[in-house]
């Protein structure tokens, strides 16, 4: 019996995403340990997945897997499934099986699609889906020990965070606490705060940026932006942030415009760029 017909397609379910997360240990990022595969698949805010992804089998072994990470958004009053395009790994031997992985991924009805880390030929493999590119112009901003500006708080203790924000900012908080690559801060200036959710990065191999995910407050931001990198620096030692312009509304002063940013990309029947951010997906759910 020939390959093309012993390589079996089907859904990642409960039982299966222990041996699904072995398999990207081994193949995909050895950095990442099987547990952390397994807990950024399925991740602690409240959601009924359909299942956890796609994946190929032969004989009973994994052989390739593409992951997915479910979230439902209300949005302009109304809720809206998401669908986070997350790892996808296949074993060499088995590659001409990998567009299975993604029509079956693609063909589940209802959802809104995002891919927030395509790599390599998956970014025209997605034009030729229909998806679409975010504008991801990104700064990168050297975070040094400024003087923090007066009267202004900057802070990542959780019992602090979570007596301070309100409503969906409390949500957000409460939904990503636990995911293995979020990390909190909040800035305080009498009664306004600035909830901002970042992650480490690497680039270049090296594990020494951070990059702004969710910025609550952009107005108070653009006033606060050097005591938040002072913080990244001292608190979470981080030497640099990657601060795209869609997420945080303005280019920070004495920052560098990069000039080739990283895709991240979406494909949606009805939703502007500007109503789709970066939560409830791998990025602050996988750390690597």
């Not at 997915?68 to 790892?87: K, M, P, Q, T």
């Not at 636990?178 to 480490?200: K, N, P, W």
Request: hydrophobic residues 45%; aromatic residues 8%; positive net charge.
């Amino acid at each position: 019996m020939g390959i093309a017909h012993s390589v079996e397609l089907c859904e990642i379910a409960p039982a299966d995403v222990g041996m699904v997360a072995e398999f990207l240990h081994v193949h995909m990022n050895s950095r990442v340990t099987a547990a952390a595969w397994a807990s950024a698949v399925t991740p602690p805010w409240r959601v009924d997945s359909p299942n956890h992804g796609f994946m190929l089998k032969e004989n009973g072994l994994v052989v390739g897997a593409y992951l997915a990470i479910y979230s439902d958004r209300v949005i302009d009053g109304h809720l809206e499934r998401f669908c986070n395009l997350a790892a996808w790994c296949v074993l060499e031997k088995f590659r001409s099986h990998g567009l299975r992985l993604v029509r079956a991924m693609l063909a589940q009805q209802g959802f809104h699609f995002t891919d927030l880390s395509p790599s390599g030929n998956v970014v025209a493999l997605n034009k030729r889906l229909n998806f679409r590119s975010f504008d991801t112009t990104t700064a990168l901003v050297p975070n040094l020990p400024w003087p923090g500006p007066a009267h202004t708080r900057v802070t990542s203790d959780p019992e602090v965070i979570g007596r301070t924000l309100r409503d969906r900012d409390l949500e957000i908080y409460r939904d990503h606490v636990a995911t293995s690559a979020s990390r909190h801060i909040v800035v305080q200036r009498g009664d306004e705060y600035c909830y901002l959710i970042v992650r480490r990065d690497r680039r270049k191999r090296l594990p020494v940026f951070a990059s702004i995910l969710y910025v609550s407050n952009i107005d108070l931001f653009e006033d606060v932006a050097r005591a938040v990198f002072r913080h990244l620096l001292l608190r979470h030692r981080a030497l640099a942030t990657l601060a795209e312009i869609r997420v945080v509304g303005i280019r920070p002063p004495m920052s560098i415009a990069l000039m080739s940013a990283r895709p991240k990309m979406y494909r949606s029947d009805r939703l502007r760029p500007e109503q789709i951010d970066y939560l409830y997906s791998e990025l602050a759910c996988l750390a690597w």
